[in-house]
């Protein structure tokens, strides 16, 4: 009975050594997508007048472009 328990213990930490393993890799690759660099696009040549909202032009340019309902 003793090593029976011996081994499920054993099963059960190797178990949780993997899901923190996994946790710690999520955390790390939650960090890394921190970065807006990384996600960023550059949109040249829009045509852009005194009083408009900028970023409310480039939210449309890029739902019409993707023809996105929901982008944001």
């Known amino acids: 009975m003793n090593a029976r328990l011996h081994s499920l213990k054993e099963e059960i930490q190797a178990e949780m050594n993997g899901l923190e393993d996994r946790v710690h890799q999520l955390s790390v ?14 949109i040249q040549g829009l045509a852009y007048h005194e009083g408009e909202n900028f970023n409310t032009k480039v939210e449309i340019f890029i739902r019409e472009g993707l023809g996105l309902c929901n982008m944001f």
Do not use: G, I
């Open 29 to 42: 690759d939650s960090v890394n997508c921190q970065n807006p660099r990384q996600n960023s696009v550059v």
